[in-house]
């Protein structure tokens, strides 16, 4: 089992910055992908990001691709979410979450954390 928190979301304007983390607790941290997804009202859940188990390897969205920045501590059990110039469709509730593959499907992962309000005014 693997327990997931969200925290840092909130308010901000167009152009802002925001940093998500995601504490993780359970199974042996530096196992598994873990990975941020968001979702609007009214929309499906959309692949963010992903960073391998050792954090050398990432994965983006295109929507999100040189504006955010996955990254992780595996001595704190922490993943975050570096995100720059923020816009207003990127407002959603974002969610952490861990898989065991190489995957950008939610399907594919079995643990989430809670969620974090973004919301980004223009």
């Known amino acids: 089992q693997v327990q997931l928190v969200e925290s840092g979301g909130g308010l901000v304007q167009a152009g802002a910055s925001l940093r998500l983390s995601c504490a993780a607790s359970g199974r042996t941290f530096n196992s598994y992908t873990m990975g941020w997804f968001r979702q609007a009202p009214g929309k499906e859940r959309e692949f963010v990001a992903r960073i391998n188990w050792s954090g050398g390897n990432s994965y983006y969205a295109d929507s999100v691709k040189g504006r955010f920045t996955i990254s992780r501590d595996n001595a704190k059990n922490t993943v975050y979410l570096q995100m720059n110039s923020l816009k207003p469709e990127d407002t959603a509730v974002y969610y952490c979450?861990?898989?065991?593959?190489?995957?950008?499907?939610?399907?594919?992962?079995?643990?989430w954390g809670p969620g974090t309000q973004v919301t980004v005014s223009s």
């Open positions: 979450a861990v898989t065991f593959i190489r995957s950008t499907s939610h399907h594919d992962y079995p643990y």
